[in-house]
Structures are given as structure tokens and as C-alpha cells.
């Protein structure tokens, strides 16, 4: 609901309160975000400046307690005695808006652009500020889980003005704290920074073009002694894709300025008069209950709000992809045959990547040209869907449409029609970029790519894009807006097919693709151990519905290292599960490993897919109705392990709990020749002999079969003791190094 009362304005539910007021100046002034409180707390929770602070420039020279510098606020201009960071800036010149009205709409008041903004049952406060020859519209959209924050700025004067910098929201919030933000690049996504916010400003942002492997636009904010189950945490993301820029900074006063929005750097849009300009939407979302409290809300207004309508909570396939298996070197009876194999390990869906258009034998030629290559595939895409769905398997397709190769027909044709500058071509992976401001080469994306879709039953898309922008700026967005155009004009009449992001792996993993794509990529990276990092540093602000996860083959092309394929199975549970590699070469008993796991996934994937999930001490816990499933994950063995608990926060403390594992079993061959303290006869472990066992047979390692109460199980239950050098039993988990294991527990 959202209350207004003598300029106080109280946006509040369930989860959340957000309230400001507009002071007798007219200056919007921040009160409070996060607790539930009432309109009667607005004097208690209002920064009271008192008699102000020394040498601060005053709005009224009477009133010692009027510079804008000393209270908290919802939006700032520059040069009018606010000296913290300005979320506006235009022509170097100051700014200075006043409130002048509100307005309370039903639903999110739709955007006037191509930007994707979050949907569902919302009201909307708007404010109304000007200052001559400007008029600029404050948007608060409060839903259930979060609040979304935006701005439009409109040029009601007669002279053209320019916008060097615009945020979507800007905020002081009382109290010290530290940003958590997520970065890193290619293979090696969202590795967590922490930065204390003191008197610098923290800064997290991209100038990519793209919203960056290097620097998800997705923030906290904590308390310092904030845990995972404790203390306040603000969450912020931007619904947008392009280059963004969030900053936080703390004053003297003890208030923490937070701003998000596009990246400044190089945004020289001109404003001309009766031109609006609006930001992409900022959601803001707290808890009083640590990261676990903020990230389910984050998770529920994602799976809720910006997903696209038509796939929210519905199960999503387990998929096959052809890439790391067989990358371009395929042929239609190669495919055909995975796709017999995957079917037999239980996919649902098969994915056919790179390589099926124009003259893309690598990555040098061929994008921008989506006439099929028939080389390859004799009876096309179509001929191939068909056959493939006979074999009752869905068909899917991969498309990097934003790009182009110079070594294509279509660049030969349209050389205009790449995103270029006055300097030689800069390549990235062999292409460049299609300028997608222009209408007509939107207008060719969206009838290539929207023919191939309706020329057969294809049910998914993999939509890649694998370069960075040269665009600056202004351009940069308007490069972004046409990517929105583009996905809106192919998929919104295309509702049921399953969209996945992609952009070398995780380098677009934003809430403006989720809006089109239920799931993204996360990563080309796909060695377990590393997946560890990445989905768990996912998890803080995005939920495992988003999360495209596959097992690969071992040891891994990102990392070479060795893992289970338990292990690899177990960390991709915990997302949109799929196989990526080359099935030809599994052994019997790798065969007999994958059925397991994905009729294990099939039975429990809506806990999986739509589960609450909670990072625990050892691993992750998704939980839906009356069944919880928690994994436990090692990296590095040790001599000698001291017992492992299994803490599942959250069940009933009186009710009982059936705790089962997913069976899992162990090689033979893992002893080596310690198999020679224990085997009757000699066995060489490089032999045939035990090559042959192990391509057949595996022993069954640790399962658990147990009975507990929810409250045991809350203080931690005792798992099975882990291999200690003193020999193999199936009372312990005979694990090595990257070993897991998965536990069901399901009410009784
Ligand atoms: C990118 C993607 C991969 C794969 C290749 C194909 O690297 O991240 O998953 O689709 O492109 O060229």
C-alpha cells in the first residue's frame, strides 16, 4: 500500500517499508527503507540536523540546519551545497529540483522506451520535481519483495541541454557499511569483493557495453556484523544490460550515499526541449535476516516479477548441448546419434550450438549469414528438428544475432552495417558488433532469426553474444535499447520458446536479459569446483531457476582438472541441469551414473528449479513444501577428517524427517595399488583387469538412510565419517578430493 499524508509518503507490505517526504522547500528527503514501520514514526526515523555542521553552505542563511549536505536524501543536484556524489549532471551547470506534486498509479506505469522493466501486481508513486527548463519524475514501483526505483528527466525549457550523467536512484541511508560486489571475466565469473564504505567512494561498474562478466551490476550493502542468517542487508541490481555504475560513499554524518544507474563515463545525450529521457528500473530490496533473508527475496521478485510471464514456476527440461561434446565439427548422423544417447540418459531437450549457418567451421567466418549449412545438416534445421523431436526430444537452437564476422555475406554486402569508428576495425573473437541502432539491421535480426524459428519445431534458443562494445556512452545505450528491441520483437509473439542468455558464458547475467530469458549461461566454465564459486556468488542476488548448469566432461577444458561426475552432477542440481559432452565415450557405468541422476532431477526438480535456497556451511539447501534437499561439497581431502555435521536450518523442530542420500559409488580403480593390502590375489592397478571393473562395476559409497527430527537436524546431525586411511567400509564416505554428496530429507 502506499500512503500519503502532508507530503509524507509511505510505500509498505509485508516485507518492506519505504517512506520520504517532501520537506516546506520542496527538498525530497529520505526517512527510512526496511522495516515494516508507520506513518507516526516519520518525526522518530526523519535525520534531524539540529544546529548543522560547521563551514557547510546553508539554503537559508537564517537556518543553521538547512545544508543539503547534512540530511538524507532521495535525490541530489550539484553546486547547491550538497558536495556528496550528484546523481545528475548536465552541462557542468548546478541543479536544484523542488517537489512539486505526486500522482499514485495501479501496475508499474509502462516505459516509454524499449527498456524491459519489472511486471506484476505493483503500485506506483510518482513525484513530480522541477527547476527551471527541467522537469524530472520520480518512479517507485513497490512490489511484494522490492521496490524498483527510476527516474525521467524532460527538457520543459527552450534550449537544448546535455546529460553527462543520470542514475536511476539515489539514497542516503543511515549507518556504516560494507559493499559486496561480484566480479572477475571469461571462465572465471562473480568472485566476491567486500569493500568497507567509508569516506571513499566504492564504486562497481562496467564500460563494456555489456553489463560484464567483470562487474555484475548486482550489489549488498551490509552491517558490518551482517551473517548469512543476521543483521541488515540491502540488496540493488539494475534491470539493464549495458555499461552501469553503482557507487556508495559515507559522510561525516554517518549517512551512506548509495546511487545506481547507466555509467556516466562518455554519456553525452543531448536533451532537446520536449525530449524526456528515462534510466533503466533499479530494484532495491532489504532484510532484517542476513544475505540468506535478502537473497530469497531477491530470488522470489526475480521468479516473480521479471522472468517472462509465460515461464514463471514452470519446469524447465533437462537439456543436452552439442558445444563442449563436438564444438563445429558435426554432421547430421553425429547429432542424431547424440541425440539417441541423450535421450537415453533421460534429456528432454537437445541443443544444437555453433556451427550450423554460413561458413562457421570456426570462429573466424559465417556470423550475420543464417542460411543453414547443408553440408552438415542434409535435411536442415527443420528436417533435423523433426527427426529429433521423433525421437521425443524437444530441439534447440544457438544464435549469436547481435554479431558479425567481416568474413560473411552479410558484411560483404552491409560493411555500414557494423558498429565501427573512425579508427581501423578492432576485432574481438574474429567479429564485430551490428550496429543496433539502426532500425534496418534490427529489422534483418529479427526476420533471419524469426524465419529459422518458424521452419520447425524448435522449442529453445541459446542466445549468444561474444564481444565487447567499442559504442561509448550515449551510443552504448541506444546499442542496448535495440538489443531490448530486437528480443522483444522475436520472442514476445514466440512466448513458449525457452530463452537462454548467453554471452561468453556469464558476461551478461542481468536482470534486463532475465527479462526475455528465464535462464542464462553462467559461465563457460564448467569444472564443479569452480561452479561452486560461481552459482554460489550467484545465489547472493539471482535464483537457481536462472541458473543454466551441465555436467561436462573430466578432466575439465577450463581447468584440467579431475572431478566425480557425482560431483559435477550434484553442484548442476542446483540450476537449469543439462549434459555437455561428448557421449560417445561414457562407459557403462558413467551411463548407468547420468540415468540415475537425471531421474533423481526429474523427481525433485521443481525443489531444485523453484526451491528456497539457503547457503549453508557445507553447501547449498533448496526446500519446497515438505522436502529439503541439502548438498555437501569438499574441495581439498585431509588425513584424518574430524566428523561432518549436517545443519538444515529452517525445517520443523517437532516434526520427523526421513534423510536419504542419492546413492552414489566409487571406483574400484580409485585405491591404485593399495588395492594389494586387501585383494586376494595381485591386482596391477594400471591393468586390464581392473580397467575392465571399473568400466562396469563401481562400490557403493556412504549412503544414508536415516530418521531425524527437524530439530536435530537444525543443530547439525552426524554424517557418515569421511575415509580416514583406515580402509573402505560402506559406513563411511570414501571420498577424495572435489567428493560431495546430495541429502534428501523429506517430511514424514
Ligand atoms: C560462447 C559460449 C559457449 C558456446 C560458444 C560457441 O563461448 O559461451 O557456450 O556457445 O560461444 O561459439
Not at 7 to 19: A, E, G, H, I, V
Not at 157 to 162: A, I, L, N, P, Y
Not at 346 to 355: I, K, N, Q, R, S
Not at 509 to 536: A, H, N, V
Request: with cysteine; aromatic share 10%.
Amino acid at each position: 500500500m502506499i500512503l500519503c499524508e502532508n507530503n509524507l509518503f509511505l510505500l509498505k507490505n509485508d516485507n518492506l517499508s519505504y517512506m520520504l517526504r517532501a520537506d516546506h522547500r520542496g527538498i525530497v528527503r529520505h526517512v527510512h527503507f526496511g522495516e515494516s514501520v508507520r506513518m507516526e514514526d516519520a518525526e522518530a526515523l526523519a535525520c534531524r540536523p539540529g544546529l548543522g555542521w560547521g563551514s557547510n553552505v546553508l539554503l537559508e542563511d537564517s537556518d543553521s540546519g538547512s545544508s543539503l549536505s547534512d540530511i538524507a536524501l532521495e535525490w541530489s543536484g550539484s553546486g547547491r551545497g550538497d558536495y556528496r556524489e550528484t546523481p545528475l549532471e548536465m552541462d557542468g551547470r548546478p541543479t536544484d529540483f523542488r517537489y512539486v506534486s505526486y500522482e499514485v498509479v495501479e501496475g508499474a506505469a509502462s516505459m516509454a522506451s524499449t527498456l524491459p522493466q519489472a511486471h506484476g501486481d505493483c503500485e506506483t508513486l510518482i513525484l513530480t520535481l522541477e527547476q527551471p527548463g527541467l522537469r524530472l519524475k520520480l518512479y517507485y514501483s513497490l512490489f511484494p519483495t522490492a521496490l524498483t526505483r527510476r527516474v525521467v528527466l524532460e527538457n520543459i525549457g527552450d534550449e537544448s541541454r546535455t546529460i553527462h550523467k543520470i542514475m536511476s536512484f539515489c539514497m542516503d541511508i543511515p549507518g556504516n557499511f560494507e559493499m559486496t560486489s561480484f566480479g572477475g571475466g571469461w571462465s572465471a565469473e562473480m568472485n566476491k569483493t567486500v569493500a568497507n564504505v567509508g569516506y571513499g567512494r566504492v564504486v562497481n561498474e562496467s564500460v563494456t557495453g555489456a553489463s560484464s562478466s567483470r562487474n555484475n551490476p548486482g550489489f549488498l550493502l551490509s552491517e558490518p556484523d551482517a551473517t548469512e542468517n543476521y543483521g541488515h542487508v540491502y540488496g540493488f541490481n539494475l534491470v539493464y544490460s549495458g555499461n552501469h555504475y553503482s557507487a556508495a560513499q559515507n559522510c561525516i554524518q554517518g549517512l551512506t550515499r548509495v546511487m545506481q544507474g547507466i555509467n556516466p563515463s562518455n554519456l553525452h545525450r543531448e536533451l532537446q526541449p520536449g525530449e524526456k529521457f528515462e534510466t533503466p528500473e533499479a530494484v532495491l530490496c532489504c532484510s532484517d535476516r542476513g544475505f540468506g533473508g535478502l537473497s530469497r527475496q531477491m530470488h522470489t521478485f526475480v521468479n516473480d516479477h521479471i522472468i517472462p510471464p509465460y515461464w514463471r514456476g514452470r519446469p524447465r527440461p533437462v537439456l543436452y548441448n552439442s558445444w563442449e561434446g563436438c564444438m563445429f565439427n558435426f554432421t547430421q548422423r553425429r547429432l542424431l546419434d547424440l541425440a539417441d544417447r541423450a535421450k537415453d540418459l533421460g534429456c528432454e531437450l537437445f541443443v544444437l550450438d555453433d556451427g550450423w549457418f554460413g561458413k562457421r567451421n570456426d570462429d573466424f567466418a559465417g556470423l550475420g549469414d543464417y542460411n543453414i549449412n547443408y553440408k552438415k545438416l542434409p535435411d536442415g534445421i527443420s528436417g533435423l528438428a523433426k527427426k529429433i523431436q521423433a525421437k521425443g526430444l524437444q530441439f534447440g537452437l544457438w544464435f549469436e544475432p547481435e554479431s558479425v564476422n567481416p568474413d560473411s555475406d552479410l558484411y560483404r554486402a552491409h560493411p555500414d552495417w557494423a558498429l565501427t569508428d573512425e579508427f581501423p576495425v578492432l576485432l574481438g573473437r574474429h567479429q564485430l558488433l551490428l550496429d543496433l541502432r539502426k532500425k534496418e539491421v534490427r529489422d534483418y535480426i529479427v526476420e533471419q532469426v524469426g524465419n529459422v524459428l518458424d521452419s520447425g519445431a524448435i522449442s529453445y534458443v541459446k542466445w549468444d553474444m561474444n564481444r565487447n562494445s567499442i559504442a561509448l556512452g550515449a551510443a552504448a545505450h541506444e546499442f542496448v535499447l535495440g538489443v531490448y528491441d530486437v528480443l522483444d520483437r522475436i520472442f514476445r509473439p514466440r512466448p513458449g520458446i525457452l530463452l537462454e542468455g548467453c554471452s561468453s558464458g556469464g558476461n551478461r547475467f542481468d536482470l534486463g536479459m532475465l527479462c526475455y530469458s528465464p535462464q542464462i549461461w553462467c559461465s563457460d566454465d564448467t569444472d564443479p569446483i569452480q561452479r561452486l564459486t560461481i552459482q554460489g556468488n550467484l545465489s547472493y542476488l539471482y535464483p537457481q531457476s536462472s541458473f543454466g548448469a551441465h555436467v561436462s566432461a573430466a578432466p575439465h577444458a577450463q581447468t584440467l582438472r579431475s572431478t566425480p561426475l557425482s560431483t559435477r552432477g550434484n553442484v548442476s542440481f542446483f540450476g537449469q541441469l543439462g549434459y555437455e559432452l561428448d557421449l560417445k565415450h561414457l562407459l557403462p557405468v558413467e551411463i548407468k551414473e547420468i540415468k540415475a541422476q537425471t531421474t533423481f532431477y526429474k523427481k525433485y526438480r521443481e525443489v531444485f528449479q523453484y526451491g528456497d535456497f539457503t547457503r549453508t556451511k557445507t553447501g547449498w539447501q533448496v526446500s519446497r513444501g515438505k522436502t529439503t534437499i541439502a548438498g555437501v561439497f569438499h574441495t581439498i581431502v585431509h588425513a584424518a577428517p574430524p566428523y561432518e555435521q549436517l545443519r538444515v536450518p529452517g525445517l520443523k523442530k517437532d516434526q520427523l524427517y526421513h534423510v536419504m542420500s542419492l546413492p552414489q559409488s566409487l571406483r574400484v580403480g580409485q585405491f591404485g595399488s593399495l588395492l594389494k593390502h586387501v585383494a586376494p590375489v595381485e591386482v596391477n592397478p594400471h591393468g586390464f583387469l581392473l580397467g575392465k571393473i571399473d568400466n562396469h562395476y563401481q562400490m557403493p559409497d556412504g549412503n544414508e538412510d536415516l530418521v531425524a527430527s527437524g530439530a536435530a537436524l537444525a543443530g547439525g546431525i552426524l554424517l557418515k565419517p569421511l575415509f580416514r586411511g583406515t580402509g573402505y567400509d560402506t559406513n563411511q564416505r570414501t571420498q577424495t578430493d572435489f567428493g560431495s554428496n546430495v541429502y534428501v530429507i523429506e517430511e514424514m
